[in-house]
């Protein structure tokens, strides 16, 4: 059974940056995409980024360029660098699993996910 942890959210300002991380502990074994996800409230939740075993990326147009999405296949810990956050990015952010190797931006077909991490930007 997989878990997801995730850390490193917080109250920063308009343009500055983050670094969020996810580890994961349990059997593992296999292909496997990770992701990040955000979620405001009265919103659906929202695709961040998606990577890959094998490194195959996938970022949403909000973040592209923004965000940098990383993955140590050694112990599967997922990152996420935030630079020139926005008021928007306000959410919680949610690691998330599935077996496979194509990353992909719906919800439902990610079987595993941690309980969530907040980042707060506001002057």
């Known amino acids: 059974q997989v878990q997801l942890e995730e850390s490193g959210g917080g109250l920063v300002k308009p343009g500055d940056s983050l670094l969020l991380s996810c580890t994961t502990s349990?059997?593992?074994?296999?292909?496997?995409?990770m992701a990040w996800f955000r979620q405001t409230p009265g919103k659906e939740r929202e695709f961040v980024v998606g990577i890959g075993v094998n490194s195959v990326t996938h970022y949403s147009d909000a973040v592209m360029g923004r965000f940098t999405a990383s993955r140590d296949t050694a112990d599967n810990t997922l990152y996420l660098s935030m630079h020139d956050l926005k008021p928007e990015d306000t959410a919680v952010y949610y690691c998330?699993?599935?077996?496979?190797?194509?990353?992909?931006?719906?919800?439902?077909?990610?079987?595993?996910w941690g309980q969530g991490t907040q980042v707060t930007v506001s002057s």
């Open positions: 349990g059997r593992t074994s296999g292909d496997s995409v």
């Open positions: 998330a699993w599935k077996v496979g190797d194509i990353p992909t931006t719906l919800q439902q077909r990610y079987s595993v």
